[in-house]
């Protein structure tokens, strides 16, 4: 029995150190992936065997994916990566010089393209004993060209890289949303530009009078103050809207900094009050804040149910039919359609505008056919797409449109 040769443990070989390789590549491709999986996938690695590729990457599938979003990646990553035993000299081949020419463009997924492109190296300081700024790298890649900058503006938050997905998110704190306004019931006093629709002030003409020796000099008038409507922002967190739902908070947080009343909810399969952390100054400190409060994050979407919660707890958050509220969410509710068109019919009621925000409009020829998606089409007041930054620069301007129209 000393002369046989045993097969080797999956463990201690190479493969092992390939699957450990391949799972870090799958999380620079944003895939969920951590010690406990790599291991669970060298164990199915050894039980099934690498015979046949197929049966290979099914058994490392099971255990290392758990969004739906992210099969396509592993895939493509998998197929890329275990294709070539001696996948450093191919990666090395790629950043060799190459003939003049025209390359055809990859077909990869842009996050399968950065994970299988080799991490770069930080350059060592010149002066050891200056700190390196941590801003560095993102100043770096805001020095983009116009055509990077052109196409990250209609580029979608789901097919973004992970270093593109941090950039899009800085960029996207830039863009204003300014709320809008109507007249409240306080009265102001009205300057030149606002004096056409201002009405005579007479306390504050006799007092002017006076001042003069019954001599009227000016008439003073008063104007109805602009207050910004109160805004709801209810945020879909489920699996689907993973990649959308980070973006879009720190685009809110930012973009509604100067609003007024502002009370912002995440629902999944429950529901969790962001008003807390979004008082917060910082946005980055606002993400983690509200990763902490979120428990149902990446699971399932039950509307109905948390509008019904918002109903019982939170109603007073609707101010007086004035309140703007914006939906964010791909309407693909798993709750019962009744449940959330009862909960619509009273949100219509206690609210002014009722906007659904919603990224599928990145498909041409959408329409909401799923259940859910047909109910709260059937009761908002507009659908507004909010998939790239070209959609958020636009978002602003059809807020206006849509606040004139209804008034």
Do not use: C
Not at 13 to 32: C, E, M, P, Q, S
Not at 177 to 202: C, I, K, T, Y
Not at 385 to 393: C, I, P, Q, T
Request: proline share 5%; charged share 30%; hydrophobic share 45%.
């Amino acid at each position: 029995m000393a002369g046989i040769q045993q097969l080797g443990d999956v463990r201690s070989g190479k493969l092992a150190g390939n699957i450990t390789a391949f799972g870090r590549a799958l999380r620079r491709a944003g895939v969920r992936t951590d010690a406990a999986r790599i291991a669970l996938a060298a164990e199915a690695a050894t039980l099934v065997g690498v015979e046949d590729k197929l049966d290979l990457g099914a058994a490392m599938e099971a255990v290392m994916v758990s969004r739906e979003q992210d099969r396509m990646v592993f895939r493509e990553l998998f197929d890329a990566w275990f294709r070539d035993p001696e996948l450093a000299n191919k990666l090395l081949a790629q950043m060799l010089p190459t003939a003049e020419g025209k390359a055809e463009p990859s077909k990869r997924r842009p996050r399968v393209r950065e994970a299988l492109t080799a991490p770069r190296k930080a350059a060592k300081p010149a002066e050891p004993a200056k700190p390196a700024k941590p801003d560095r790298e993102i100043e770096f890649d805001a020095a983009m060209t116009s055509s990077d900058r052109q196409r990250l503006q209609h580029a979608d938050f789901n097919a973004l890289g992970a270093s593109e997905y941090r950039l899009v998110e800085r960029l996207a704190r830039d863009i204003s949303l300014p709320v809008p306004s109507l007249p409240s019931r306080r009265l102001r006093a009205a300057g030149d530009a606002g004096r056409q629709h201002a009405r005579m002030h007479w306390p504050g003409v006799l007092h002017e009078a006076a001042r003069t020796g019954g001599e009227i000099l000016r008439l003073p008038r008063l104007a109805r103050r602009e207050q910004p409507l109160p805004l709801l922002v209810l945020v879909d967190v489920s699996g689907s809207m993973e990649r959308y739902a980070r973006l879009l908070l720190a685009f809110l947080h930012a973009a509604t900094r100067r609003a007024g009343r502002r009370d912002v909810f995440a629902f999944g399969t429950d529901l969790t009050d962001l008003t807390p952390a979004f008082r917060l100054a910082d946005t980055d400190d606002m993400l983690v804040a509200a990763g902490l409060a979120i428990d149902d994050f990446a699971g399932g979407t039950r509307l109905g149910a948390s509008l019904a919660e918002l109903r019982r707890a939170h109603a007073r958050r609707l101010t007086g039919r004035r309140t703007l509220v914006l939906v964010i969410s791909d309407g693909l509710d798993t709750g019962e359609p009744e449940v959330l068109q009862q909960e619509l019919l009273w949100l219509k009621r206690h609210s002014r505008r009722l906007l659904w925000l919603n990224p599928l409009l990145r498909f041409e020829g959408y329409a909401p056919l799923a259940r859910g998606a047909a109910v709260l089409h059937r009761h908002a007041d507009a659908m507004l797409a909010v998939h790239n930054l070209n959609a958020l620069e636009q978002l602003a301007a059809s807020l206006a449109a849509l606040m004139r129209a209804g008034r």
